[in-house]
């Protein structure tokens, strides 16, 4: 047994599980999918006292759809919306976005609450919440409140979710009208973490010029970010491919991205320049057809 | 450490136990059922080795806790073969087509694709790639691999 000895716990409704972390607080993590979790256990970069499993707990699972927004309820894996074509339809972000985490058995597993919450600076999912603007609905003992995706992400692995507190859903915007969205990264192999990746969304009227727009990155700074300033210069306009490149170039220079053993820095401004300008491109074509 | 009873069904057979909540379903097939078919390689969700099927979902069973299945059914390499030793056409493809050369790696990829073509009967080339990338190979080079899986989906395929 490689994990360091912990007390588990099994609740069955949202109430036990926010009754145990105000218990236990920082002494207790949350178990989830597990696919992040178990790896730090096994490997001790990690140890709790407490271990607290909401696998059990039906009200963190499913998907709703309400006007204007999509709800995935924090503990629904990711497989179950990868696999669901309503899900898919109003947030075409999350079908892009979720085939490219990890592999289908970690997708089995894997919830969507779980990546948020974990807030990897190279997974997906956060970076499609930081894109759409997404609510994060975050419950305590005391009742829940709801954080703004923007002021959700504060660090690697660092996000607003209390130690007393849990991820419990995540309100995703439906966009309406001629809208197209793209997700790009590179990565060595399949599955692994993205050296760098893009999330792109654009919306355009009836002559193609684009009247919203949403790019954010995952993978170069140590949370998502948006690039708000080629967002800016790209709404309003209706851009040739030579445009996209400098959209793009603009784009990176919201981003700080370090090096590592995997790529410098230079390397991921680079190819995270090009995923924008890739990823611009076929939201475009896919928001004009 | 507080044990807790666990009953699981595994291969068709009920199975109970006591662990710790640290042990993994991986050990506890290995350990306490004596299921040493499946395999570990990394013990940290890479490899793929440890493959198993919870409630029909492959997962890797070193990044679930044997406590997490209590109460589900599980699936493992002794169970997808049939009882008298005959080979599951996932199996025989593997073996015709030379998918696998130390057989480490084996189980997992065994219990990966048989789960991957029933979500996925017709597979492309590229999906069948896609598909194994969540297993991890040191001998083969994946080549007779991903030709096993092919022969595997075409000796599956409805009016064979």
Redesign the interface.
């Known amino acids: 047994m490689k994990p360091a000895p912990f007390e588990y716990h099994a609740p069955e409704t949202l109430a036990d599980v926010t009754s145990l972390l105000a218990e236990h607080g920082d002494e207790a993590k949350v178990l989830a999918g597990g696919q992040s979790l178990v790896p730090m256990l096994a490997l001790r970069l990690t140890r709790f006292e407490h271990i607290i499993d909401v696998n059990r707990v039906a009200e963190l699972k499913g998907v709703e759809r309400t006007n204007g927004t999509l709800t995935v309820k924090a503990g629904t894996r990711q497989a179950a919306v990868e696999h669901d074509a309503n899900a898919g339809a109003a947030v075409p972000l999350l079908a892009e976005a979720i085939p490219l985490i990890g592999h289908f058995q970690i997708r089995n597993r894997g919830t969507v609450g779980g990546s948020i919450a974990h807030a990897d600076p190279a997974s997906e999912l956060p970076a499609v919440a930081l894109a759409l603007d997404a609510e994060l609905e975050i419950a305590g003992k005391s009742g829940s409140r709801k954080v703004a995706a923007s002021d959700f992400f504060l660090g690697t692995w660092t996000t607003a979710v209390g130690e007393d507190e849990i991820l419990s859903a995540v309100h995703f915007p439906v966009w309406d009208g001629n809208s197209g969205f793209a997700v790009e990264e590179l990565a060595r192999r399949s599955g692994d973490f993205a050296l760098a990746g893009v999330v792109a969304g654009v919306q355009v009227d009836g002559s193609g010029t684009v009247t919203k727009s949403a790019i954010s990155f995952l993978g170069m700074a140590p949370t998502p970010v948006r690039a708000r300033s080629a967002e800016a210069a790209l709404t309003g306009t209706n851009p040739s491919a030579d445009d996209l490149l400098e959209i793009a170039r603009l784009a990176v220079g919201d981003t700080s991205p370090t090096a590592d053993v995997h790529a410098s820095a230079e390397y991921r401004l680079h190819v995270g320049a090009h995923l924008v300008a890739r990823a611009l491109d076929r939201a475009l074509g896919a928001a004009r057809s | 450490?507080?044990e807790?009873s666990i009953s699981i069904t595994v291969n068709g057979e009920k199975r109970a136990g006591h662990v710790?909540?640290?042990?993994?379903l991986a050990?506890w097939l290995r350990e306490d059922c004596g299921l040493t078919g499946t395999h570990l390689g990394c013990?940290?969700?890479v490899c793929?080795a440890c493959?198993v099927t919870i409630d029909g979902?492959?997962?890797?069973s070193?990044?679930?806790?044997a406590?997490?299945a209590d109460g589900a059914e599980v699936i493992t390499i002794e169970g997808i073969g049939g009882n008298d030793g005959t080979l599951s056409p996932v199996q025989e493809a593997f073996r015709q087509c030379h998918g696998l050369q130390c057989g480490f790696c084996t189980p997992g990829f065994v219990v990966?694709v048989t789960s991957?073509l029933e979500s996925n009967p017709n597979p492309s080339e590229e999906e069948i790639?896609?598909?194994l990338?969540?297993n991890l190979c040191r001998c083969t080079g994946y080549q007779n691999i991903v030709k096993a899986v092919q022969m595997a989906a075409e000796e599956m395929a409805p009016g064979k």
């Open positions: 450490m507080t807790h710790e909540a640290r042990k993994t050990d013990e940290h969700g793929g493959t979902d492959a997962v890797r070193c990044l679930v806790f406590v997490q990966s991957f790639r896609e598909g990338s969540g």
